[in-house]
Antibody, heavy 117, light 106 residues
């Protein structure tokens, strides 16, 4: 059974940093691309970052230059390093396993990031 | 960037009704489109991928159609459990984007 367990969400001050983690199990982690998707309170879904199985990355314009996605295939873990946080980054962040054809197959339960003073 | 426009943003229907949600892409995305269902406080659940392929375990009352720029999600006979918000999403190229969502009220 595929499991994705996010952690690291917290209350952080504007301008601060946070690192999210996603522990994956139930599949060959190193073979699949992974993605971060976020959802601000009461709002829709927003794709944030893609991390390919070899570590190649893509980012939404809203986070480019501030967020860095990475992975440790030896630990079956996906990361999202978030810097220069603003209130607009307040959201539930979901870790997602992509299917080999590209769609978002399995989702974690999400971790809440709140940016506020 | 490819924009996805969903309509309507809200719909109210009765049990047994046939409902259709549309998703229009700003550029040709072939069949690189998926649909997701989200209930309050829960992670999204995939329903349809490759525009028309039903994800395993999803009831057959759900169906998807279209290609290129115009897509539909149809629920053939609405059930109480279908009360949720539905999102389309393309995976044709980066940046990946979602539609704005359609809230379905029973």
């Amino acid at each position: 059974e595929v499991q994705l367990l996010e952690s690291g969400g917290d209350l952080v001050q504007p301008g601060g940093s946070l690192r999210l983690s996603c522990a994956a199990s139930g599949f060959t982690f190193s073979s699949y691309a992974m993605t971060w998707v976020r959802q601000a309170p009461g709002k829709g879904l927003e794709w944030v970052s893609h991390v390919g199985n070899t570590g190649n990355t893509y980012y939404a314009d809203s986070v480019k230059g501030r967020f860095t996605g990475s992975r440790d295939n030896s630990k079956n873990t996906l990361y999202l390093q978030m810097n220069s946080l603003t209130a607009a980054d307040t959201a539930v962040y979901y870790c997602v396993k992509r299917d080999s054809s590209g769609w978002f197959h399995y989702w974690g339960q999400g971790t809440l990031v709140t940016v506020s003073s | 960037d490819i924009q996805l426009t969903q309509s309507p943003s809200f719909l109210s229907a009765s049990v047994g009704d046939r409902v259709t949600i549309t998703c229009r892409a700003s550029h040709d995305i072939s069949s690189f489109l998926a649909w997701y269902q989200q209930k309050p406080g829960k992670a999204p659940k995939p329903l349809i991928y490759a525009a028309s392929t039903l994800q395993s375990g999803v009831p057959s009352r759900f169906s998807g159609g279209g290609s290129g720029t115009d897509f539909t999600l149809t629920i053939s006979s609405l059930q109480p459990d279908d009360s949720a918000t539905y999102y389309c999403q393309h995976f044709r190229s980066y940046p990946l984007t979602f539609g704005g969502g359609t809230r379905v009220e029973i």
